[in-house]
Nanobody, 116 residues
Framework: QVDLIESGGGLVQPGGSLRLSCAASGFTFSSATMSWYRQAPGKERELVASISSNSLWRNYAGSVKGRFTISRDNAKNAVYLQMNSLKPDDTAVYYC?????????WGQGTQVTVSS
């Protein structure tokens, strides 16, 4: 059973930082590409960042490039999203995701709210 459990969301002021974590289990984490998506109210879910299994390849949405950093710890089966210089437009539910044996798995999401 694949489980992805996100944590670290919350309320932060514009310009602030948050670090999201995703604890993974039920699959070979060290072989999996991992991604973060987000969905804002009334908008479609969008890709934020992805990281390859060995961390050599990372990809970011243009709107977060230079502000967000995706990383992983294969020894801990965890993936992270460091978010700096947060803006109100970053307000969304953030999801951890991976694909395994042809099935895409999603966590339950963690709410990030950027507001003064």
């Amino acid at each position: 059973q694949v489980d992805l459990i996100e944590s670290g969301g919350g309320l932060v002021q514009p310009g602030g930082s948050l670090r999201l974590s995703c604890a993974a289990s039920g699959f070979t984490f060290s072989s999996a590409t991992m991604s973060w998506y987000r969905q804002a109210p009334g908008k479609e879910r969008e890709l934020v960042a992805s990281i390859s299994s060995n961390s050599l390849w990372r990809n970011y949405a243009g709107s977060v490039k230079g502000r967000f950093t995706i990383s992983r710890d294969n020894a801990k089966n965890a993936v992270y999203l460091q978010m700096n210089s947060l803006k109100p437009d970053d307000t969304a539910v953030y999801y951890c995701t991976t694909a395994n044996d042809g099935t895409v798995y999603w966590g339950q999401g963690t709410q990030v709210t950027v507001s003064s």
